[in-house]
């Protein structure tokens, strides 16, 4: 082993290789750090989906397509009288969309519609950016399916972000659930289109008056270009604000590929013409509204709000327009008779604004009411002239006097108390102490000033008198006018003999319902409005029974009928024949209140019964000489003639009641005796058999068959006892 030499120096100590460098270890905690915290992003990302995924499970998919709808209104025979209830709403299948729509939307809304599954992730980063970029939002990442999941859970629509995960994750499990087809179908029919307006059709036939499937390119356009704000940009309001929208959709268009320019520019230049169809149609009208009060009686409050029924009234829509056009027709006509001083409709309207509702109208105004004999059905109704200036219903409302229509009743309350369309009645004055329950001065005039002594009841009924009516009424008893009053459908009227002559309160509604039961054989068959109601799956859900109870004999009804068809042919209604040409078998009453403030006409026939008043909303003379027969008659007469052209007539006679002939005397209702004969008081006609007095004259001496025997009278003083005061 060779020696070093003392001078030679030792060799230097290599250090130790240290086992990593420092920068591999700051880069390898980099690394480190990268990876835990994209598991910790990863794991917090599943987590959140899996959170809200399962809150989006909570959301029930069958909603989706439960739309609030406007609920259909119809008549009889199923024609549309308009929409209530819901929302302004006519869902339509995306098969009667317009191409050009779907196209507008998808380009407006979600270009890559059908490249994501419910949440564009490139959409979310391209918002992401361009809002990073300008410091605020000014870019949305919706997808058209996130926006349907809004629309349609009430609870979403807020901007918190909550809010945003679960309509993300809701919006995936759309997808999963959902045809592409099916959302957009959805989405057009659900989204808010302006004021009072859902759905692409409800859209299309208010700013253009057409179906949906009808709307040409610049048209969908535009209504595609409003959706993200459409009360600032509705065409109605913000016509140019529309336009620019529309040519935005249009330019999106031709950047997505699916127009041409050519065709971009074509729609852009192309005529827009707007319909001025009122958003909510037909929601006026007094049949309307006397709709929407049952329905808010028949109907839970969820059956109310989510709407799409069908209600088919007993309505016929022909019959409504005819008895409103007669009203106005014939109303304009009273306003240029000489002596009318109120104002004029015409003259009201110059200086209506259009919206102000008048709680009284100082113009002339009518009411009327038709119902169907056979089932208390009505098929028209007006409640005034016009429902935009005053909402309130005077044919189901109004609280008038009756004036002379309450003959009728009175008279067959006093036939089924004895007396007979024969028996003589005394037309004279009334005198103190004559009338119970009367004030002693109590002393009606006829509305002539005159009297004509002793004459029929018949004549009583068809002249109007009214001194004959009190006395009649007076010997049926206070009692039984008013039981039959109330059971005939009128409100229990106060308790005074001046019941006799009008003084009840009552509309047309009660009046024409009570007057129908003279043709229904003494029946009263309960007026209806609302027939069926069927729900969007075609259930009956309510149908409206025929409900009846009979207020006096078919007896009673007989004889009336007989009576009160001469009031058509000879008495206050005369005209209705010789002027009017109405020439229909029926009978019917004129009514007329003190100073001419109410007139009044109701009749029948066998199948339907009207009633129709004229008057002013605060009671006062509507025009000299103004009587039931003059003013309200004639627009019974149009409407009756409509209703017997479209075949509202008897065609098979009614069975008639057997009949016995018998020979009675004028001043006691009873059988006559020669006597009878002798005082020239006896007389021939034909009575129903349960009608037909049990006794003879006993006032009249003469030969006759044995007395069968007396029946004691009801009251103190009987019907031998007045008559002998009235000769007296």
Same mark, same amino acid.
């Given at each position: 082993?060779?020696?070093?030499?003392?001078?030679?120096?030792?060799?230097?100590?290599?250090?130790?290789?240290?086992?990593?460098?420092?920068?591999?270890?700051?880069?390898?905690?980099?690394?480190?750090?990268?990876?835990?915290?994209?598991?910790?992003? /990863? *794991? +917090?990302?599943? !987590?959140?989906?899996?959170? @809200?995924?399962? #809150?989006?499970?909570?959301?029930?998919?069958? &909603? $989706?397509?439960?739309?609030?709808?406007?609920?259909?209104?119809?008549?009889?025979?199923?024609?549309?009288?308009?929409?209530?209830?819901?929302?302004?709403?006519?869902?339509?299948?995306?098969?009667?969309?317009?191409?050009?729509?779907?196209?507008?939307?998808?380009?407006?809304?979600?270009?890559?519609?059908?490249?994501?599954?419910?949440?564009?992730?490139?959409?979310?980063?391209?918002?992401?950016?361009?809002?990073?970029?300008?410091?605020?939002?000014?870019?949305?990442?919706? /997808? *058209? +399916?996130?926006? !349907?999941?809004?629309?349609? @859970?009430?609870? #979403?629509?807020?901007?918190?972000?909550?809010? &945003? $995960?679960?309509?993300?994750?809701?919006?995936?499990?759309?997808?999963?659930?959902?045809?592409?087809?099916?959302?957009?179908?959805?989405?057009?029919?659900?989204?808010?289109?302006?004021?009072?307006?859902?759905?692409?059709?409800?859209?299309?036939?208010?700013?253009?008056?057409?179906?949906?499937?009808?709307?040409?390119?610049?048209?969908?356009?535009?209504?595609?270009?409003?959706?993200?704000?459409?009360?600032?940009?509705?065409?109605?309001?913000?016509?140019?604000?529309?336009?620019?929208?529309?040519?935005?959709?249009?330019?999106?268009?031709?950047?997505?590929?699916?127009?041409?320019?050519?065709?971009?520019?074509?729609?852009?230049?192309?005529?827009?013409?707007?319909?001025?169809?009122?958003?909510?149609?037909?929601?006026?009208?007094?049949?309307?509204?006397?709709?929407?009060?049952?329905?808010?009686?028949?109907?839970?409050?969820?059956?109310?709000?989510?709407?799409?029924?069908?209600?088919?009234?007993?309505?016929?829509?022909?019959?409504?327009?005819?008895?409103?056009?007669?009203?106005?027709?014939?109303?304009?006509?009273?306003?240029?008779?000489?002596?009318?001083?109120?104002?004029?409709?015409?003259?009201?309207?110059?200086?209506?604004?259009?919206?102000?509702?008048?709680?009284?109208?100082?113009?002339?105004?009518?009411?009327?009411?038709?119902?169907?004999?056979?089932?208390?059905?009505?098929?028209?109704?007006?409640?005034?002239?016009?429902?935009?200036?005053?909402?309130?219903?005077?044919?189901?409302?109004?609280?008038?006097?009756?004036?002379?229509?309450?003959?009728?009743?009175?008279?067959?309350?006093?036939?089924?108390?004895?007396?007979?369309?024969?028996?003589?009645?005394?037309?004279?004055?009334?005198?103190?102490?004559?009338?119970?329950?009367?004030?002693?001065?109590?002393?009606?005039?006829?509305?002539?000033?005159?009297?004509?002594?002793?004459?029929?009841?018949?004549?009583?009924?068809?002249?109007?008198?009214?001194?004959?009516?009190?006395?009649?009424?007076?010997?049926?008893?206070?009692?039984?006018?008013?039981?039959?009053?109330?059971?005939?459908?009128?409100?229990?009227?106060?308790?005074?003999?001046?019941?006799?002559?009008?003084?009840?309160?009552?509309?047309?509604?009660?009046?024409?319902?009570?007057?129908?039961?003279?043709?229904?054989?003494?029946?009263?068959?309960?007026?209806?409005?609302?027939?069926?109601?069927?729900?969007?799956?075609?259930?009956?859900?309510?149908?409206?029974?025929?409900?009846?109870?009979?207020?006096?004999?078919?007896?009673?009804?007989?004889?009336?009928?007989?009576?009160?068809?001469?009031?058509?042919?000879?008495?206050?209604?005369?005209?209705?024949?010789?002027?009017?040409?109405?020439?229909?078998?029926?009978?019917?009453?004129?009514?007329?209140?003190?100073?001419?403030?109410?007139?009044?006409?109701?009749?029948?026939?066998?199948?339907?019964?009207?009633?129709?008043?004229?008057?002013?909303?605060?009671?006062?003379?509507?025009?000299?000489?103004?009587?039931?027969?003059?003013?309200?008659?004639?627009?019974?007469?149009?409407?009756?003639?409509?209703?017997?052209?479209?075949?509202?007539?008897?065609?098979?006679?009614?069975?008639?009641?057997?009949?016995?002939?018998?020979?009675?005397?004028?001043?006691?209702?009873?059988?006559?005796?020669?006597?009878?004969?002798?005082?020239?008081?006896?007389?021939?006609?034909?009575?129903?058999?349960?009608?037909?007095?049990?006794?003879?004259?006993?006032?009249?001496?003469?030969?006759?068959?044995?007395?069968?025997?007396?029946?004691?009278?009801?009251?103190?003083?009987?019907?031998?006892?007045?008559?002998?005061?009235?000769?007296?």
């Amino acid at each position: 082993m060779k020696k070093k030499s003392p001078g030679e120096s030792k060799p230097k100590p290599r250090p130790a290789k240290p086992s990593l460098s420092r920068w591999q270890s700051i880069k390898r905690l980099v690394v480190l750090t990268l990876m835990g915290g994209s598991l910790l992003c /990863t *794991l +917090t990302v599943a !987590l959140v989906i899996g959170v @809200y995924s399962h #809150l989006a499970k909570d959301y029930d998919l069958t &909603k $989706l397509g439960q739309m609030p709808e406007r609920t259909i209104v119809m008549d009889f025979k199923g024609e549309v009288l308009g929409r209530m209830h819901g929302e302004n709403r006519i869902i339509v299948p995306l098969s009667e969309v317009s191409p050009f729509f779907v196209k507008a939307l998808l380009a407006r809304e979600d270009s890559r519609f059908y490249d994501h599954s419910g949440v564009d992730l490139k959409g979310v980063a391209r918002a992401a950016l361009r809002n990073i970029k300008d410091m605020r939002v000014v870019q949305g990442a919706s /997808t *058209l +399916t996130m926006q !349907l999941a809004r629309n349609s @859970y009430p609870d #979403l629509d807020d901007r918190s972000l909550h809010r &945003k $995960l679960v309509e993300m994750m809701l919006a995936r499990r759309i997808e999963k659930a959902c045809t592409k087809e099916q959302i957009i179908e959805h989405y057009v029919n659900r989204i808010f289109y302006g004021p009072g307006i859902y759905g692409v059709q409800r859209a299309s036939q208010v700013y253009f008056g057409k179906h949906a499937s009808q709307l040409n390119l610049s048209e969908a356009a535009m209504i595609a270009g409003i959706i993200r704000s459409p009360v600032r940009f509705s065409p109605f309001r913000n016509y140019e604000g529309a336009l620019k929208e529309r040519d935005t959709v249009l330019k999106r268009m031709v950047e997505t590929k699916v127009i041409t320019p050519e065709e971009e520019l074509a729609a852009r230049y192309a005529d827009i013409a707007l319909h001025a169809q009122p958003a909510f149609q037909s929601q006026g009208g007094y049949a309307l509204d006397a709709v929407r009060r049952d329905l808010d009686i028949i109907l839970e409050q969820q059956e109310i709000e989510d709407g799409g029924l069908q209600v088919f009234t007993t309505l016929n829509k022909t019959l409504q327009d005819a008895a409103e056009q007669s009203v106005e027709k014939r109303l304009s006509a009273v306003e240029k008779l000489r002596g009318y001083k109120h104002e004029k409709k015409a003259d009201f309207d110059k200086t209506w604004d259009g919206t102000q509702e008048i709680s009284s109208t100082s113009y002339l105004q009518a009411a009327l009411m038709m119902l169907d004999n056979q089932t208390g059905g009505i098929l028209a109704l007006v409640g005034g002239r016009d429902y935009r200036q005053s909402k309130y219903n005077r044919a189901t409302q109004g609280e008038r006097q009756i004036g002379s229509t309450v003959k009728p009743f009175v008279y067959a309350a006093g036939v089924a108390s004895g007396f007979l369309p024969g028996t003589y009645l005394n037309d004279a004055p009334i005198q103190p102490g004559e009338i119970d329950e009367a004030d002693p001065g109590w002393s009606p005039q006829n509305s002539d000033g005159k009297f004509m002594g002793l004459s029929t009841v018949t004549e009583g009924l068809v002249r109007s008198r009214n001194t004959m009516t009190v006395r009649l009424g007076n010997f049926a008893g206070l009692n039984r006018v008013i039981d039959l009053l109330t059971n005939a459908g009128f409100s229990k009227p106060q308790r005074t003999p001046q019941i006799f002559i009008g003084n009840l309160a009552g509309n047309p509604r009660q009046l024409t319902s009570a007057m129908s039961i003279f043709p229904n054989q003494g029946l009263r068959r309960r007026p209806f409005l609302i027939d069926r109601i069927i729900d969007k799956a075609g259930n009956i859900i309510y149908q409206t029974p025929v409900l009846e109870s009979e207020v006096i004999t078919p007896s009673v009804a007989h004889l009336m009928r007989q009576i009160l068809g001469q009031v058509l042919d000879r008495g206050t209604a005369a005209s209705l024949r010789s002027e009017y040409g109405f020439k229909e078998p029926g009978g019917g009453k004129t009514g007329t209140t003190n100073d001419y403030k109410d007139a009044w006409f109701a009749g029948y026939t066998d199948r339907v019964t009207c009633g129709v008043w004229v008057g002013l909303d605060k009671p006062q003379t509507i025009v000299d000489e103004g009587y039931g027969g003059k003013l309200s008659l004639p627009i019974w007469a149009d409407v009756m003639k409509k209703a017997v052209a479209l075949g509202y007539k008897t065609e098979v006679p009614k069975v008639q009641i057997p009949l016995s002939r018998v020979t009675l005397c004028r001043v006691s209702s009873q059988l006559a005796t020669d006597g009878c004969g002798h005082a020239g008081t006896a007389y021939e006609d034909a009575l129903p058999y349960d009608l037909v007095p049990q006794n003879f004259c006993i006032e009249h001496q003469g030969i006759a068959a044995p007395r069968p025997r007396t029946q004691q009278p009801s009251r103190s003083r009987g019907i031998f006892d007045r008559i002998r005061g009235w000769f007296r």
